[in-house]
């Protein structure tokens, strides 16, 4: 006698619509991952995001950042502007900044090009980037191809320090040279009590800028020409109450021939105004020139004439300028031959 037949029941056609359902929402849950981890990948882990970091880096004036992101290597050089407010400062004038897309380079290499304005003026600056890996398996990592730093040459008439973004650097013998980074703007001057020194800057926008080196020209500051000048006022006034007719240690003098029968008074109608220049490492005085009035009465040894004389000359000296610190000496020098 033969088994009876199993039969089979029929799929309803509720529970083929529940399952094409959730298979059509598993197939949209994969798709919008997929989408996700896209624009994730191309916003967040791509190449322009560690540009976009570098440069909130350098206008953080976050150096040691910077540097890692830049993957850096640094030049036998000062780096005493390479963080804090200096580096802060060389991307103060940094604006209107524009990452643009990847340009796909050989070995897998990408090619960012950055277009901004540094103090108002249009600039460019591209950065070459490699593929560093995954993140969480999903998210590609990207790193700056590393390169090294440009330098900054300074120098300085007769000063061993400087000012560069408003920090003090140091400048051994007059001269340095300084680690930057880049994109950025990098102003030195030198402003003390006795010597400044106006600003003058460079930029930098790539790791091959190489500009002309920034020499300061350093010169006697108003404070410095003023005291100097004072010293040689009082000295020359001290001259001046001397009643003879040759002041001893000063430039004044006047030859007579008669008998002086009268006191003899000496005025200053025109001081000297000292000009202050660098020479041989050290700071001289240009030779001065003084006027001053002479007034007494002589008589004549012939005829024993009285006559009144009141004459105005012009004479010639010079002075030693001494610099120790913030102290300063003027020494005039007389020479009678």
Known sequence: MSEPETATAP??????????????????????????????????????QPVRDYFQALQDGDGER?????????????????????????????????????????????????????DGQPQNTDFTLEPAGVQW??????????????????????????????????MPSGKNTFSVLYPGKYQAEYQGKLFTAQPISASFASASSAPSPLALTTEPSKALVDQVNDSLKKYLDGCTTQKVLLPTDCPLSHHSVQEVSGPITWSITDYPKATISAYNG???????????????????????AYSNIDQEQEYGFTAKLSINGDSVSVTPVVDYS
């Open 137 to 170: 398996m999903f998210f590609n990592k990207w790193a700056f191809v590393p390169t090294t730093l440009p330098t900054l040459e300074v120098s300085i008439v007769n000063q061993d320090q400087a000012q560069i973004n408003g920090t003090a650097v140091s």
């Open 11 to 48: 799929t309803s056609p509720r529970l083929v619509r529940i399952a094409a359902s959730w298979l059509f929402g598993l197939l949209l849950t994969v798709a919008a991952a997929i989408i996700t981890v896209q624009l994730v990948n191309a916003n967040l882990y791509g190449p322009q």
């Open 66 to 118: 910077a540097i890692g992101l830049l993957r850096a290597n640094l030049p036998n050089a000062s780096p005493a502007l390479l963080d804090g407010d200096a580096l802060k400062q060389s991307a103060a004038g940094i604006s209107d900044i524009h990452v643009g897309n990847p340009t796909t380079l050989n070995g897998g290499r990408v090619k960012i090009s950055v277009s901004y304005q540094l």
């Open 282 to 304: 050290g700071w001289v005085i240009s030779p001065l020139k003084v006027k001053a009035r002479i007034q007494y009465k002589e008589q004549d040894l012939g005829t024993g």
